[in-house]
T-cell receptor, first 115, second 113 residues
Framework: GAVVSQHPSRVICKSGTSVKIECRSL??????MFWYRQFPKQSLMLMAT?????????EQGVEKDKFLINHASLTLSTLTVTSAHPEDSSFYIC???????????FGDGTRLSIL | GEDVEQSLFLSVREGDSSVINCTYT??????LYWYKQEPGAGLQLLTY?????DMKQDQRLTVLLNKKDKHLSLRIADTQTGDSAIYFC?????????????FGKGTMLLVSP
């Protein structure tokens, strides 16, 4: 069964809205979670590493103020797309390893569509 | 060039074997992974291999690693229509703490009845 749960699975909203996406580890504690973005027919692009109890580490070119990450507990990381615009429309996926150095398990992704 | 490269498309008939290939550039790669993505879904971990292994078999899946040529392959025996999906090859490296994944662009596998 799933070990990482992502919610919601699909969001459609108007331009200027802020959207929050949740990523939960279901039966383990995840001190580190990862957020990816995937464009149609393309690979996954790592956006940031979410660290429990500390600031997220963002990849080069990813705007921190645009994509707010909060990892307030050992089982939950959230990604908030602030003031979303049509160019932010994409498939966002989170992942977490059960333990450091172990394979990552992925959520089912969130399809974000900004009108 | 790209760090991880894959062929983009593979078409097979149901019951045949499928072989998806991947090449990578970093000789320090530690773990190499195969993930499956069905339309509109997240990634499902299929299997992985440590860099000091040559082969790993898990039911219908066989992973072969040629470290000298930096070549990884995934063989699916008795391919079924439910195997149609995009398959991603990925690697981790020591400097990344073994967690940061570098993905290939994915191979779309189409299985016809």
């Amino acid at each position: 069964g799933a070990v990482v749960s992502q919610h919601p699975s699909r969001v459609i909203c108007k331009s200027g809205t802020s959207v929050k996406i949740e990523c939960r580890s279901l039966d383990f504690q995840a001190t580190t979670m990862f957020w990816y973005r995937q464009f149609p027919k393309q690979s996954l692009m790592l956006m940031a590493t979410s660290n429990e109890g500390s600031k997220a580490t963002y990849e080069q070119g990813v705007e921190k103020d645009k994509f707010l990450i909060n990892h307030a507990s050992l089982t939950l990381s959230t990604l908030t797309v602030t003031s979303a615009h049509p160019e932010d429309s994409s498939f966002y996926i989170c992942s977490a390893p059960r333990q450091h150095g172990q394979p990552q398990h992925f959520g089912d992704g969130t399809r974000l569509s900004i009108l | 060039g790209e760090d991880v490269e894959q062929s983009l498309f593979l078409s097979v008939r149901e019951g045949d074997s499928s072989v998806i290939n991947c090449t990578y550039t970093d000789s320090s790669s530690t773990y190499l992974y195969w993930y499956k993505q069905e339309p509109g879904a997240g990634l499902q971990l299929l299997t992985y291999i440590f860099s000091n292994m040559d082969m790993k078999q898990d039911q219908r899946l066989t992973v072969l690693l040629n470290k000298k040529d930096k070549h990884l392959s995934l063989r699916i025996a008795d391919t079924q229509t439910g195997d149609s999906a995009i398959y991603f090859c990925a690697e981790t490296r020591p400097g990344s703490g073994y967690s940061t994944l570098t993905f290939g662009k994915g191979t779309m596998l189409l299985v016809s009845p």
